[in-house]
């Protein structure tokens, strides 16, 4: 499942959070697609395609005290047309 996660975070965790992004490791059943940061905003963005729930919470878990990740499942524009075409 192709997944977007955003992850916004209080200024004041920068720095424990920088230091946790050095030493983090996505899980060997994810594919890692890309992380991004949005500069000035406190929000990172990371696009991967996980297998299944457990996956996404090996991400996500690590992070939980340091601020709050929201994501979404989603689709090529394109797959996701055609889908919408045939209902």
């Known amino acids: 499942m192709l ?3 955003w992850f916004k975070w209080q200024p004041e965790n920068t720095s424990r959070l920088l230091e946790l ?6 899980p060997e059943e994810v594919k ?6 949005l500069i000035g905003r ?4 990371a ?14 878990y690590p992070f939980r005290e340091l601020g709050v990740p929201h ?3 989603a689709l ?3 797959e996701a047309l055609e ?5």
């Open 3 to 5: 997944c977007i996660l």
């Open 21 to 26: 992004w050095k030493e983090f490791k996505y």
């Open 32 to 37: 890692l697609i890309g992380r991004y940061l």
């Open 42 to 45: 406190h929000i990172s963005v």
């Open 47 to 60: 696009i991967f395609d996980a297998p299944n729930e457990e996956a996404i919470l090996k991400i996500t």
């Open 71 to 73: 994501i979404a499942p």
């Open 76 to 78: 090529p524009l394109e």
């Open 83 to 87: 889908m919408m075409e045939k209902m």
